[in-house]
């Protein structure tokens, strides 16, 4: 397992200079600059923070400036907020994004699992077709359609929650609601069509069979092998509750990394786009590394199919 674990970690290094390669020359060859909205820059300024920010420089020197920081860990200045570093920003801008993805988390796993739990446990009945039909809606809806619905319900009707901002306990409520509906829906179908295939085999009929109640037979026996499927989808998964934060904190005004990435993308902020990204991209592969990781502890076979293979 930890040859496994070092051969993973030793692939994530050309998947993220392939990642920054692309994105630098796509950022660049688009259309316009960061300094193109300056209102009345004159043209000596304007060569002077181009020099500044060597992009001056041929489009090569540039990109091999940028990796010489980069293998040093510096993702450079910010062109749109020229007193603070990307490194900088994302510093203070992450933190936040992560709280709300941990409560976005939690929304799902607690929602998902234990709807997913109920209908598979009175399959074909009303207990399984409410949980599955709004689990059907929730992947439906959309997370910019289903946030501004739940500002205008709780917010604006009944006045129960702040629409916007971060300053508190209530303020987080409807954004991670908002962004762990949609993995709450998945999670849910996940688990129903996992455990009742898990509940049909022979040693959960011999569990029954010895006088175990139906708790322990469900919690201890049936959801370690009908969980699999979740674990497996919680690596994209948390890639996607970090990355969708994106729309989140836009709509709900939270000062996150994802509402930073977007106005870098507005300013042509050049170097913010490409820390964030690349920052995403290495939580992104961390990610899909634990959950291989967790798997392979879940399944003996995987384990022993990682032997044969080193």
């Known amino acids: 397992m930890t040859r496994f674990i070092m051969r993973r970690l ?3 290094v050309p998947v993220l200079f392939v990642i920054v390669t692309l994105v630098f ?17 004159p043209p000596e300024v304007l060569e002077n923070l181009e020099a500044y920010y060597h992009l001056d420089q041929p489009l090569y020197r540039q990109y091999l400036m940028y990796l010489g920081r980069l293998v040093h860990g510096d993702l450079g200045p910010s062109f ?8 900088e920003l994302i510093g203070l801008g992450f933190p936040v994004s992560l709280e709300l993805g941990l409560y976005a988390l939690a929304v799902a796993l607690v929602i998902g699992l234990a709807s997913g739990i109920s209908a598979s446990l009175k399959p074909n009945s009303a207990r399984d077709y409410v949980p599955m039909s709004l689990a059907m809606a929730g992947i439906c809806i959309p997370n910019f359609v ?21 300053d508190g306990p209530l303020y987080k409520i409807l954004p991670a609601l908002t962004l762990g509906a949609a993995y ?3 999670i849910a179908r996940l688990t129903r069509g996992s455990m009742l295939e898990v509940l049909s085999q022979d040693f959960i009929r011999t569990a029954r069979a010895k006088g175990l109640s139906e708790a322990r037979v469900v919690l201890r026996h ?13 690596g994209p998964a948390a890639a996607g509750l970090l990355s969708g934060s994106f729309v989140i904190e836009t709509i709900f005004q939270i000062p996150g990394l994802g509402r930073l990435f977007v106005q870098a993308a507005f300013n042509r902020d050049y170097t913010m786009i490409l820390g964030t990204v690349l920052f995403y991209a290495s939580l992104i592969l961390v990610f899909n590394l634990a959950v291989d990781v967790i798997e392979a502890f879940l399944d003996p076979r995987i384990r022993e199919e990682h032997r044969n293979h080193a």
């Open 10 to 12: 030793a692939e994530i």
């Open 25 to 41: 020359f796509m950022i660049r060859l688009a259309p316009g600059g960061p300094f193109d909205t300056e209102k009345s820059v």
């Open 80 to 87: 749109k907020n020229s007193n603070f570093s990307v490194n």
């Open 146 to 166: 289903l946030g501004p619905l739940l500002v205008l319900v709780f917010a604006l009707w009944l006045g129960w929650l702040p629409s916007s901002g971060w």
């Open 184 to 186: 709450a829906a998945y």
């Open 222 to 234: 049936a959801l370690r092998g009908g969980i699999q499927p979740v674990v497996s989808f919680l």
